[in-house]
């Protein structure tokens, strides 16, 4: 059956829009009919070569949709049901996954499972970026990579969950570790900057700084959460101390992946405070410190791996603080688009400008 697919023939290529050929799923695999896919940071990174995959390939790693039918041996769901796409399932085996790291699973990313498509016109196959294929009609993925959509969210709202909602909400309740009456900053204002605002409220933090280079998203980040905004410069971890009483913060939340912006996140946080680095840099974005500072200052500078969440444990937290009004799926997005639409998607993103733009193939 052909759907058609966001297709990238090669690193800084433009994505086509072409129809691509699905296999019917075998078995441990599962179909889905897509009702949205979120635009991540990650798709551009994957684009333009900072992070590698095999082209030509089928990206989108953050969706939700319907499951078409089943191969045998997949029991967890059935035809009709709604799921969330998840890009890093876990195999519960290796050493991570018997730490409980389940983030950090060796295998998440082999391949050793993953489906492969096909170009409609000529049969040549397309490799599945982050395992999913999400910028696509319909998808084929290993049954690990489903889970049951929560009960009441929009399966066009669940899109987010796969990705930006867990990565935010993971970065400030389990990597950054922030506790009530705490403050923290959040450097980035996208996607995930906006789910990390949103989670910094949910944890009870009390003064909640957003940074962004935009000046226009001062409305975005205080209506999910923060209570001052900054537009960044050379100057912005010294203005973040005077709203802090000249101490820092005690969390900071890095979204954006650049040397100055972690050094900046680093810089803002209080002695023996945390910095939480989610965003996905280049080689060449070296940070540099020196050997003095960290004894001194005793904070703490850690890398946060898709929020260091475990989507089982928390998509049911997450379902919870949905349905209580506490977090707003909605407030994330600021473009719903075509998969025609994807490359001016990155273009909004590269520009520093919008939230989440999401690919509805599926109104609810």
């Not at 897509?34 to 635009?39: E, H, Q, R, S």
């Not at 450097?187 to 909640?208: C, E, M």
């Amino acid at each position: 059956m052909s759907v058609r697919a966001a297709v990238l023939s090669a690193v800084d290529a433009p994505l086509e829009t072409t129809g691509i050929d699905l296999p019917e799923p075998g078995p441990g695999q599962v179909r889905v009919r897509l009702a949205a896919a979120g635009v991540c940071h990650s798709d551009l990174s994957l684009t333009n070569g900072t992070m590698r995959l095999p082209v030509p390939a089928v990206l989108g790693h953050e969706g939700a949709g319907t499951v078409v039918s089943v191969g045998e041996g997949v029991t967890h769901v059935a035809p009709g049901d709604g799921v969330v796409l998840n890009w890093a399932p876990s195999c519960g085996a290796c050493p991570a996954c018997a730490r409980g790291e389940v983030w950090l699973c060796a295998d998440a990313l082999s391949g050793a499972a993953r489906v492969h498509a096909h170009r409609a016109d000529d049969g040549t196959p397309l490799h599945p970026g982050l395992n999913v294929a999400a910028f696509a009609e319909e998808t084929v993925v290993p049954a690990s990579c489903v889970l049951p959509a929560p009960d009441g969210v929009p399966l066009t709202d669940a899109a987010l969950l796969g990705c930006a909602v867990l990565t935010g909400y993971g970065a400030v309740h389990h990597c950054a570790r922030v506790r009530p009456g705490e403050s923290v900053a959040v450097f980035g204002a996208g996607g995930v900057g906006l789910a990390a605002l949103q989670s910094a409220r949910i944890a009870g933090a009390t003064t909640i700084v957003a940074v962004d280079v935009s000046p226009a998203k001062e409305e975005l980040a205080r209506s999910a959460g923060a209570t001052h905004y900054l537009v960044a410069s050379d100057t912005t971890a010294r203005e973040i101390r005077a709203l802090t009483g000249k101490q820092g913060v005690d969390a900071a939340v890095e979204c954006v992946g650049r040397a100055t912006t972690i050094r900046t996140a680093w810089d803002s946080t209080r002695r023996g405070g945390r910095t939480a680095v989610v965003g996905i840099g280049g080689k060449d974005q070296q940070v540099t410190f020196n050997a003095l500072e960290i004894f001194h200052w005793g904070r703490t500078l850690s890398g946060c791996v898709y929020g260091n969440s475990d989507p089982a444990r928390d998509l049911p937290v997450l379902a919870g603080h949905i349905r209580a009004g506490r977090f707003d799926l909605g407030a994330l997005v600021t473009e719903r688009i075509t998969l025609d639409g994807i490359p001016a998607a990155f273009d909004t993103m590269s520009a520093g400008k919008g939230g989440r733009a999401l690919v509805v193939f599926q109104e609810p």
